[in-house]
């Protein structure tokens, strides 16, 4: 399989190459130069196989030159091993024809685990092989740090730093990253807003020169290697709801359309879905761009649910790729048009075409309270807030009532005790046995002025192991 670029400038890439690159050097985001597609007796022929080797069907295409088939199953078997629920993406019933996957089983409670628990093994296999060490810069506003240094802890090769902004985040999330110790993990809290976090890390994509020759590796869904595991549970839900023969439809917690893109490839490669529901919270651009073809960059409004909090979704750009019939010279003007005027459209057949998969909502945090108590009451299921959110959009965008509609469960209640505890929900909410106890744990983290030299003096001083690159 070979990887392009979504702005049509940067060289072709081996899955290997693409794993280890992050952004395309062009600016653009990597996509498989062809999608595999499944037929339905192929998909039919997986229902009865356990998270893994389902994984291994779906992902074998995209690997296939970079990894051995007998390694890529046994990297799989360990990564989905670790998952608490033997099911590893376990559905709930709310309703009718209406249900939530479970994606937060995983050892940091959100669904990001499902990619970065792979991530890490997949570094630490090709790293192994090729003898080289990376440093890894992520930024995070909770979920996306804990996953990756989770992940990461135990790879040989990789140094991983960690950006969050300082007291900016919920002690669940502070502590899941600053209690896991290691010589190869660096927590660092920024005296400043994410946005500034996320403004050094990509500085230092763009400059790499205080790495001294180490490579930089993306944790962030910019990496194709998390769309490409995400992909997998889209089959997963629908094999357990009479699919393939069945159609399907998904609503979808969103902020930087990573997990909901990887839903549009799963229909592209033969997944019959009906149906995606964008659901966003009050930060709403891709709300904007669904129901009104306007992706226009707004103020940030911080909410109940944080994770989604963005102004642009860098993934979108994936989409739009594929809009303009995967010409990236049209995809390149698009965006530098919307770096100069924070405004963007496309033609209104684009846009048509586009709405004949996706619908979407914005939902305000009242909204996201009174679900959050409503199913709670209805069914003795606690929602976390960005599930919450999923839910609502999916009860009001819904086309079809004898399809069946799944929403994303991208995280545990427990990590968000605030918005539960706003929705008015009195039951006490408990941390999972391998997490029992977090709060007593030491933590470990530096924190650092908002000063991008002070951040990369700091990885440079640090970043081999503890010791200066
Ligand atoms: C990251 C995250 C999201 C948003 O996912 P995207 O792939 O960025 O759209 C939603 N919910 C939770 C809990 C998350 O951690």
């Known amino acids: 399989m070979r990887y392009i670029s979504t702005r049509g ?12 690159a992050g952004l395309a050097s062009d ?14 007796e192929q998909i039919a022929s997986w229902a009865d196989l356990p998270y893994h080797e389902l994984a291994f069907n779906v992902m074998r295409p995209f690997v296939t030159d970079s990894i051995p088939d007998a390694d890529f199953k046994q990297i799989l078997q360990e990564t989905y091993g670790v998952f608490a629920h033997s099911a590893v993406a376990p559905l709930r019933q709310l ?17 990001k685990d499902f990619a970065l628990q792979l991530l890490g093994r997949l570094l630490d296999y090709f790293l192994q092989k090729r003898g080289e060490r990376v440093v890894i810069m992520g930024a995070t506003s909770g979920d996306t740090g804990s996953a990756a240094i989770e992940g990461c802890r135990r790879c040989e090769n990789v140094d991983i730093f960690i950006l969050h902004p300082h007291n900016r985040v919920s002690e669940v999330q502070r502590r899941q990253m600053t209690t896991i110790m290691g010589e190869n993990i660096h927590n660092i809290a920024i005296e400043g807003n994410f946005d500034d976090c996320q403004e050094m890390v990509k500085a230092s994509f763009a400059d790499q020169g205080f790495l001294k020759g180490t490579r930089l590796v993306a944790v962030n869904s910019i990496n194709w290697a998390r769309i490409m595991a995400q992909i997998v549970y889209y089959f997963h839900a629908a094999l357990q709801l009479g699919g393939p023969a069945r159609s399907i439809a998904f609503s979808v917690p969103t902020g930087n359309f990573g ?10 490669m033969g997944l019959p879905i009906s149906q995606l529901v964008v ?24 909410s109940l649910s944080p994770s989604m909090d963005i102004m642009v979704s860098s993934n979108f750009e994936r989409l739009l790729f594929d809009l303009h019939g995967r010409n990236g010279a049209l ?7 919307f770096k100069q005027t924070g405004k963007l459209s496309v033609a209104e057949d684009r ?8 619908d979407s909502l914005a939902v305000d945090d009242e909204q996201t309270c009174t679900t959050i108590a409503n199913v709670y009451a209805e069914t003795g299921e606690l929602l976390d807030p960005h599930t919450a959110i999923g839910v609502h959009a999916a009860r009001e965008c819904r086309r079809s ?31 999972p046995a391998h997490l029992s106890d977090l709060f007593e744990r030491e933590e470990r983290c530096t924190v650092l002025e908002n000063s991008l030299a002070a951040v990369q003096q700091f990885v440079a001083a640090y970043g081999n192991r503890g010791k200066p690159l």
């Not at 997990?259 to 592209?268: M, Q, S, V």
């Not at 009104?292 to 960059?297: D, E, P, R, V």
Request: proline share 7%.
């Open 401 to 431: 009532l004898s399809t069946p509609m799944v929403t994303l469960g991208t995280a545990h209640p427990v990590k968000f005790p605030d918005a539960v505890r706003e929705a008015g929900v009195g039951q006490e909410l408990h941390l």
């Open 331 to 337: 995809v390149a003007e698009l965006l530098g048009e």
């Open 95 to 111: 309703d009718s024809n209406e249900w939530v996957l479970e994606l937060f089983h995983g050892p940091t409670l959100a669904f």
């Open 9 to 20: 400038q940067a060289p072709a890439l081996n899955f290997e190459d693409v794993l280890l």
């Open 27 to 40: 600016g653009g985001l990597y996509v498989p130069e062809n999608l595999p597609r499944f037929t339905q």
């Open 351 to 358: 846009w048509t075409e586009a709405r004949k998969l996706f």
């Open 279 to 302: 659901a966003t919270n009050r930060n709403d651009i891709l709300h904007r761009f669904m129901s009104g073809n306007q992706y226009n960059k707004d103020t940030l409004h911080p």
């Open 259 to 268: 997990d909901i893109f990887a839903g549009y490839l799963a229909r592209n």
